[in-house]
């Protein structure tokens, strides 16, 4: 069966412990979550889960029912790249005096879109939204100049199709 | 809606009452004495009966709700008193047994301090809880109570555990109480789809060999009736897994025996030649199915199941039927053609005969000189004639209970099916005689699990709850030894148990006892045993070396049950 990347995508209540559920779910399976963001969604008091898998479709599948299965999930979804709109995000800490020394990396900065969110003496701060290419390209570059922390989200991601979440809760 | 100002504490006690929990099984400690405080005044109420072990109070809770259909509730203290519920809830978990747990823990200004038999119990049980909840403040205390009673009980049932923190039990509280309707995130009934009933309907009346597995699901939704209507208007061989076991009575014309493993000759190797596979309220258990890419691969498969994860899960459905499996086949029933399918019939009556032949003779009339444990749940049989509640344990005597005990009536055969948990029977039982105290309640034990739980012995002779305790000794963990004999060239590898004297310990806990070593003792001892009206133990003397057949061997195709 072939493996690819699925964007699986839960809306639940926002109660303690929810979190440890779902992950046991993955790890009771050995399956690797390759990321995993919780966040408010578009609803009061309900939260999104974006969970991104490399699986099977069928064992995808089989994941979302025992997902949806739990009681204080409202409903789950998986999704296929092409079937969403995703981004990642990711900080840059570069050491203050490269910005001035190597007109390379002002370059770098203003084919990137990346924005300059702070310059402090020591250091400036460079945040980039955008596919995990984008930014692995933007690390790729700055790599050789050296670069003092890194850090990247994982994946958020909006469905095309529409997710009738109220309508759900209605009962 | 009136209220009264009532400690948390107090505040369980009516929440156990409102929902109708008037026998509770736990065992006190720290965390939880405010809770066993008012327990005491409450006591002309709500029965509590000490266990000697917290994992006996799980295993007797769920007893007694595999035996009435209520929620069975168990209560334990922080720390150790909760971990040692851990077993039985995973047990619960598998076998969708509606339990409710309380635990008691440290004050809430005490988590995460590594207080005093401080432990993360909600962590740990969430991967074997259908829900589990934390209270730290006593006004929690009447709505978590209600949704923990009702997620337990509804759609497909399963243990939850509330831990209560101590400073919660003893804060006050404006109680009032009003039972859960709902959860706006849970949907336990899925709705159903007519289209589906109807396509399952044409599958069904359009096939020649069709076959029934059904599981636990009909005992759980209570469509006993619904099932027999089906099954008769339809003419339709009717097998059973373990769970669904008592939900046909034996005697049925279309029952055709158990599936999986050590099943009946007939509906295995008859899954694998039907062309219509219908499954009723159960999941495909490994056990059940063997090798999945060898597994009923010409049938088209019709699955009635209420959780929808079950769907493809194991095996690939062509039709699927969610909602209660009692409602389905009552909506399935007036687009059934009647029918007749008497040549196949004869197909499952034909191996019938072989296993007979092969089997079933050697077990119920052995021409050994050693005793089978057949022959003793065949005295059973007669002895209660066919309608004692069979409560057993795990390993050879299991296979043997579930393939010889004769039922008449549903909720009947009390078992560790999905778990496998050696010890529960004991405790299980006790939990069962107490919900149905006008049954008979058998307990049947191998020497080994007897050994895992037989502190109970204790909550029996204090409590003096009359159940029957049969262990079927043959010196041996008799599974794992035929699988070494038969997989491990007959390595006995840490298999052989070198036993206690049993009667003696029965008699130490003040239980009449009695020991058959030779067989034309036995149908006396077992009319003895069930002519008492207290509590007994009958140890039988079993052959050491017996196996367990028909057999299909993990990872081979239900084509291929040996026989031998």
Known sequence: MEERKFTISVYSENHLGLLNRISGIFLKRHINIESL??????????????????????????????????????????????????????????????????????????????????????????????????????????????????????????????????????? | MSTERITGAEAVIKCLLEEGADLIYGYPGGAIMPIYDELYKYQDKL?????????????????????????????????????????????????????????????????????????????????????????TSADEIPE??????????????????????????MEELDFSYEKCKGVRSYKPVPKIEPAKVQAAADVINAAKKPMIVFGQGIILGEA???????????????????????????????????????????????????????????????????????????????????????????????????????????QILPLINKNDHAVWREE????????????????????????????????INVASNDDAVIVSDVGQHQMFACRYAKFSQTKSNITSGGLGTMGFALPAAIGAKMGVPNREVVAIIGDGGYQMTIQELGTIFQTKVPVKIVVLNNEFLGMVRQWQQLFFDKRYASTEMINPDFITIAKGYHIPANRVTKREDLAGAVQEMMDSKEAYFLEVCIEKENNVFPMIPTGASVSDMRLS
Request: net charge negative; with cysteine; glycine share 6%.
């Open chain 2, 47 to 135: 029965q509590h009966v000490l266990t000697r072990h917290e994992q006996g109070a799980t295993h007797s809770a769920q007893g007694f709700a595999r035996a009435t259909g209520k929620v069975g509730v168990a209560m334990a203290t922080s720390g150790p008193g909760a971990t040692n519920l851990i077993t039985g809830i995973a047990d619960a978990q598998i076998d969708s047994t509606p339990m409710v747990c309380i635990t008691g823990q440290v004050a809430r200004h005490l988590l995460g301090s590594d207080a005093f038999q401080e432990t993360d119990i909600v962590g740990i049980s969430t991967p074997v809880t259908k829900w589990n909840y934390q209270i």
């Open chain 2, 348 to 379: 499952f009556k034909k191996k019938d005969a072989i296993e007979f032949d092969k089997v079933i003779k050697e077990d119920l009339h052995p021409t050994k000189e050693g005793m089978t444990m057949a022959e003793v749940l065949e005295q």
């Open chain 2, 224 to 330: 006993e009736a619904e099932l027999k209507a089906f099954i008769e208007k339809a003419d339709i061989p009717s097998a059973w897994t373990i769970m669904g076991l008592s939900a046909l009575e034996t005697k049925h014309p279309l029952n055709v025996g158990m599936v999986g493993m050590h099943g009946n000759y007939g509906p295995n190797l008859l899954t694998n030649e039907c062309d219509v596979l219908i499954a009723l309220g159960m999941r495909f258990d490994d056990r059940v199915t063997g090798n999945l890419a060898t597994y009923a691969k010409q049938a088209k498969v019709v699955h009635f199941e209420i959780d929808p994860a079950e769907i493809d899960k194991n095996v690939k459905t062509d039709v699927a039927v969610l909602g209660n499996v009692k409602d389905t086949l009552a």
């Open chain 1, 37 to 171: 963001t919780v966040s408010e969604s578009e609803i009061e008091d309900v939260s999104r889960f974006i969970i991104v898998v490399r699986t099977s479709e069928e064992y995808v599948k089989k994941i979302v029912g025992q997902i949806e299965k739990q009681v204080e999930v409202i409903k789950a979804y998986f999704h296929t790249n092409d079937e969403t709109i995703y981004r990642e995000s990711a900080l840059f800490k570069i050491a203050s005096d490269l910005l001035f020394d190597e007109r390379q990396i002002q370059n770098i900065i203003k084919e990137s879109n990346a924005e300059i969110v702070t310059v402090a003496r020591d250091f400036f701060v460079l945040s980039k939204s955008g596919r995990r290419s984008e930014i692995q390209g933007l690390y790729d570059k700055l790599k050789p100049f050296g670069i003092m922390q890194f850090v990247r989200s994982g994946r958020i991601s909006v469905s095309k199709e529409a997710m009738n979440i109220s309508e759900l809760l209605k009962y």
């Open chain 2, 144 to 169: 978590v109570m209600a949704k923990a009673f009702y997620i337990a009980r509804s759609g497909r049932p399963g243990p939850v555990l509330i831990d209560i923190t101590k400073n919660a039990q």
